[in-house]
């Protein structure tokens, strides 16, 4: 009967175990741990599952039928490649990312070098009002601009929505990110170096294109790639300034016929779409990180100049 008790586990004992279990030899919970794989896995797997019926061979979007390249280049009809419809979805949101690229960026960046650079009692209001879009909700501001486009008439007596309106729409709302980005790379860099080139005898603006551009150009780039992924994602700004078929986006197009699951392939498109937005991040990402590494390694090498030095 004594031994009988012994072997069975106590209160106190059990929770040990319980305790042993959710810590590590570094006494960090896996139960946190647990938590967030969890979270990490409830977000990709949806993902995952549409990327991969997105090569299935049948009709199917819930049944594995093969391997296949149909929804993306075989089949002659529903595919990407010979869909008229899909394909010009994915050319009008290239085309609208390209363009909200080639403009928001410039002026974001010339934005951001006045705003670094202006020193006055409206500074700090400029620079709020000029921060504020990112915290306003993307439907506000949509609706915002959806009511100023009905009530702005062009030459002709036709009103400016399709291509135009979500062009400036996407404008509107990329260039406060440009300028978070080179902020950020502004006030890392600091003034000396155009001082410098100043007291030798630069003019501000030769000072600025010969010494600032180039140090700004890894950032400017990486806000490329940024306004890219982030125009080529609208859907909200886009679908409030659509006017018909000749405007319809990738975004559009998923939302509009996706939840029906007659045409697989909307996974082709979507999963095109997420490589785009991908790579753009992706590669603004290994920008920014290799600028961060060369900038550690000379301040490395100039505090060992200096210490060798002294």
């Known amino acids: 009967m004594t031994e009988l008790a012994a ?8 929770a040990s175990r319980v305790r042993l279990w959710l810590a590590n030899p570094w006494r960090r919970p896996r139960l946190l741990a647990l938590l967030g794989w969890g979270f990490i896995a409830w977000s990709l797997v949806p993902v995952g599952i549409a990327i991969l019926f997105s090569f299935n061979a049948g009709r199917s979007r819930s049944v594995w039928q093969g391997f296949s390249l149909r929804w993306y280049v075989q ?8 869909d008229p419809i899909l394909a010009h979805a994915v050319l009008q949101s290239l085309k609208l990312a390209s363009l909200t690229m080639l403009i928001a960026t410039p002026m974001g960046v010339a934005l951001s070098i006045g ?16 921060l504020l879009p990112l915290v306003t909700p993307e439907i506000v501001l949509a609706s ?54 100043m007291d030798l005898g630069a003019p501000p603006m030769e000072a600025m294109r010969r ?19 982030l125009s ?23 939302y509009g016929t996706g939840r029906t699951g007659e045409n697989p392939s909307l996974n082709a498109v979507a999963t095109v779409m997420l490589v785009l937005s991908l790579s753009a991040i992706g590669l603004a990402s290994v920008v920014l990180q290799r600028v961060a590494r060369r900038r550690g390694t000379e301040e490395a090498a100039a505090r060992e100049l200096v210490r060798f030095e002294i």
């Open 7 to 14: 072997t069975v586990p106590r209160p106190a004992a059990r």
């Open 75 to 82: 089949d002659p009809n529903l595919s990407v490649l010979h």
């Open 115 to 130: 705003l670094a650079r202006w020193r006055g009692p409206v500074s700090t209001a400029s620079n709020f009002l000029m």
């Open 144 to 197: 915002g601009l959806f009511l100023v486009f009905a009530h702005l008439y062009v030459p002709g007596g036709t009103r400016l929505f399709g291509r135009r309106a979500q062009l400036l729409g996407h404008v509107t709302w990329s260039i406060p990110y440009v300028v978070v980005v080179m902020r950020g790379r502004l006030f890392g860099i600091g003034k000396e170096y155009e001082e410098a080139a």
């Open 211 to 229: 010494v600032l551009l180039p140090m700004l150009a890894p950032a400017i780039f990486a806000a490329f790639m940024i306004v890219f992924a």
């Open 232 to 254: 080529i994602d609208d859907f909200i700004t886009s679908q409030f300034l659509s006017s018909g078929e000749g405007s319809i986006t990738l975004p559009m197009l998923i």
